[in-house]
């Protein structure tokens, strides 16, 4: 019997090894089906952005690519809660896939957009100086503000036709910011916080390099 359970063992060994050498080799060949399963898991339902776990995943290797250093944005709407409030969890749905939309819209190939978490979106800039990421930043936030969201007040008893969304925005760039993609993170995360204590509808960040 113990020679048994031994061939036994052994049998079941040689098979989990195989199927481990198969999966590693099907990740290294990037095959189209894990790619595939690779972008359903990193997409974020709602918006159709990239989520945290892209996040997580890839931006450390994006960061140690970047010749020319990286910037990295966060970005929050300052009244996202009223509209909750007044119209609907549906209604702050709807808004935050607008956002996306024109977030997706102003980065176009300059910036990697990303629901981070809640109603926090983020942006990686690679390969952008200090100086253009604050520019984009701002472009983002004139977007935001000029996105009509009156459409999620039609089906409530006080409909509107003048909502607005306006947004804090944290700023972070490396070199200067971090040396790590968590410190870039944190760091852009403290600044938008900054941004929304001030009174929101501002960017906060590195004022140089």
């Known amino acids: ?3 048994i359970k031994a061939k036994i063992l052994r049998t079941m060994l040689v098979i989990v090894a195989r199927r481990i050498r198969n999966t590693n080799r ?13 972008r359903q898991v990193m997409l974020d339902k709602l918006t159709g952005l990239y989520n945290a776990g892209y996040l997580e995943e890839d931006f450390p290797g994006i960061l140690e690519r ?9 970005i929050k709407p300052d009244n996202l809660k009223s509209l909750n409030d007044s119209y609907g969890h549906q209604a702050g749905d709807r808004t935050l896939q607008l956002m996306a939309d024109e977030l997706r819209s102003q980065l176009g190939e300059q910036g990697i957009p990303i629901r ?8 990686i800039l690679p390969e952008t100086g ?14 935001m503000s000029r996105i009509d969201v009156s459409e999620v007040s039609r089906e409530s008893e006080n409909p509107r036709t003048d909502l607005r969304i306006t947004v ?19 760091r852009a995360y403290q600044n ?6 001030r009174g929101g509808n501002r ?6 390099k």
Do not use: H
């Not at 981070?116 to 942006?123: A, E, H, L, Q, R």
């Open 1 to 3: 019997y113990p020679q």
């Open 26 to 38: 099907l990740i290294a060949e990037k095959s189209p089906w894990v790619q595939e399963l690779r």
């Open 66 to 74: 970047c010749s020319q250093g990286t910037c990295f944005l966060m």
């Open 116 to 123: 981070y978490k809640g109603d926090v979106f983020s942006v």
């Open 130 to 143: 200090l100086t253009a990421a604050r520019r984009i930043a701002a472009r983002i936030r004139a977007a």
């Open 168 to 186: 804090s925005i944290g700023v972070s760039a490396s070199p200067g910011g971090g040396n790590s993609a968590d410190q870039l993170i944190e």
């Open 192 to 197: 938008m916080f900054t941004a929304r204590n």
């Open 203 to 208: 960017i906060c960040g590195q004022l140089k």
